[in-house]
């Protein structure tokens, strides 16, 4: 990769067993995992390209486990997106996204981090226990792109990864406007006071 290319740092957070692992797999190598070890963390590499425009994405897949919270944390720092995921079946998961999302805007120190929310399992809807209306409500509430997923089925996968990008982009460019708009005063502000006559 050269210093011209775009690349980004991907989290992926929430609950142990709530299929992240099998997210990402799915999303580098089309397919579905049915047995996956528990994961503790890891990291994966891939060039896309969306909107016409190449991206490598380093995809960091966390533990679930509450004993891994520092690692966490770590990546949580370094992290440039989020996926927050949980599972329809699981309300423990679910209640989880709230401090999840908690966590990151404190960490990162911003009100509105980029980030989206997943509701993975999203074929098994005999089993649903998380609705649909709970998790479009939270995801309104924080302004959060909301997907239904399925590693299983390979419901909304490309997409919700495609939209973490997108995500990330408009969030740079917001900075980036926002840090051009200070300089500009600031630049503004020192030639007022260059151009002061002083009477003595």
Same mark, same amino acid.
């Given at each position: 990769?050269?210093?011209?290319?775009?690349? #980004?740092?991907?989290?992926?957070?929430?609950?142990?067993?709530?299929? &992240?692992?099998?997210?990402?797999? #799915?999303?580098?190598?089309?397919?579905?995992?049915?047995? /996956?070890?528990?994961?503790?963390?890891?990291?994966?590499?891939?060039?896309?390209?969306? =909107?016409?425009?190449?991206?490598?994405?380093?995809?960091?897949?966390?533990?679930?486990? =509450?004993?891994?919270?520092?690692?966490? =944390?770590? /990546?949580?720092?370094?992290?440039?997106?989020?996926?927050?995921?949980?599972?329809?079946?699981?309300?423990?998961?679910?209640? &989880?996204?709230?401090?999840?999302?908690?966590?990151?805007?404190?960490?990162?120190?911003?009100?509105?981090?980029?980030?989206?929310?997943?509701?993975?399992?999203?074929?098994?809807?005999?089993?649903?226990?998380?609705?649909?209306?709970?998790?479009?409500?939270?995801? &309104?509430?924080?302004?959060?792109? /909301?997907?239904?997923?399925?590693?299983?089925?390979?419901?909304?996968?490309?997409?919700?990864?495609?939209?973490?990008?997108?995500?990330?982009?408009?969030?740079?460019?917001?900075?980036?406007? &926002?840090?051009?708009?200070?300089?500009?005063?600031?630049?503004?502000?020192?030639?007022?006071?260059?151009?002061?006559?002083?009477?003595?």
């Amino acid at each position: 990769m050269t210093d011209n290319e775009e690349k #980004h740092s991907i989290v992926l957070l929430g609950s142990g067993s709530v299929g &992240k692992s099998c997210l990402v797999i #799915h999303f580098l190598q089309n397919r579905f995992v049915q047995d /996956y070890d528990p994961t503790v963390e890891e990291s994966y590499s891939k060039m896309v390209i969306i =909107d016409n425009k190449p991206a490598v994405l380093e995809l960091i897949d966390t533990a679930g486990q =509450d004993e891994y919270t520092t690692t966490r =944390d770590k /990546y949580i720092r370094s992290g440039e997106g989020f996926i927050l995921v949980f599972s329809v079946t699981s309300r423990s998961s679910w209640n &989880k996204i709230s401090e999840i999302y908690t966590k990151i805007r404190r960490i990162k120190e911003v009100e509105s981090p980029p980030a989206i929310l997943l509701a993975n399992k999203s074929d098994l809807e005999n089993d649903r226990i998380v609705t649909r209306d709970e998790g479009e409500e939270f995801s &309104k509430k924080y302004n959060l792109n /909301y997907f239904e997923t399925s590693a299983k089925a390979g419901i909304n996968i490309k997409s919700s990864f495609e939209e973490i990008v997108r995500v990330i982009r408009d969030y740079k460019r917001t900075i980036k406007k &926002k840090e051009e708009r200070k300089k500009k005063r600031d630049q503004d502000q020192d030639s007022d006071k260059s151009g002061c006559c002083q009477i003595l």
